[in-house]
C-alpha cells in the first residue's frame, strides 16, 4: 500500500457503503448481516499514554465498560457516508467556538480537524494553537493540567 511508511497491520475502512470502492458493503455491515456481532454499533479505545504503553482496540458490536465512566448518548448520523452529526455547541476553555447546530464527523483516519474558518480561528486561538499560514499547518500544541 503506498503513502505509509512504518509498519502496520490493515487498513480497516467503516465509512458507509456509498463511499466504499465499488459500493461494496463494508465488513461491520457484513458482520451484522450475518449475525456475528450482537449489536450494530462500534467503538473505539486510543491508549492516553501511549509512550508507556502502546496500543488500543476496537470493538466490533459493543464497547468495553471499563474503559469510560457514566453513560454513552447516542446521536443520530445526519449524512451517510461518513459518521457525520450535529453537536448543541463547541465551547473550549469557556471560549464558544460554535453556538449551534455544529457539524461534526467521527473519524478514527486522521489528525486533521477541519471547519469554517472562523471556528478554527477560534479554536486555535482558544488552544493557544499558532496557524503558519506558510505551511497551512498549525504548531504542536500540548493540553496543560490547569
Known amino acids: ?74 446521536v443520530h448520523v445526519t449524512v451517510q457516508g461518513y459518521w ?7 465551547t473550549v476553555c469557556g471560549t464558544s467556538i460554535c453556538s449551534s447546530n455544529c457539524n461534526a464527523i467521527a473519524d478514527t483516519g486522521t489528525t486533521l480537524i477541519l471547519g469554517p474558518a472562523n471556528q478554527i480561528a477560534a479554536l486555535n486561538a482558544a488552544l493557544g494553537a499558532v496557524y503558519d499560514p506558510t505551511t497551512g499547518f498549525v504548531s504542536e500544541i500540548y493540553a496543560s493540567s490547569t
Open 1 to 74: 500500500m503506498s503513502g505509509f511508511n512504518g509498519a502496520m497491520d490493515g487498513l480497516l475502512g467503516l465509512a458507509y457503503q456509498n463511499l466504499a470502492v465499488g459500493h461494496e458493503a463494508p465488513v461491520f455491515y457484513n458482520m451484522w448481516a450475518q449475525g456475528l456481532i450482537p449489536f450494530p454499533v462500534f467503538s473505539f479505545y486510543f491508549n492516553p499514554n501511549s509512550t508507556v504503553v502502546p496500543g488500543g482496540e476496537l470493538i466490533l458490536g459493543g464497547v468495553d465498560t471499563s474503559k469510560y465512566s457514566g453513560s454513552i448518548t447516542y
Open 84 to 90: 457525520q452529526f450535529l453537536l448543541d455547541s463547541v
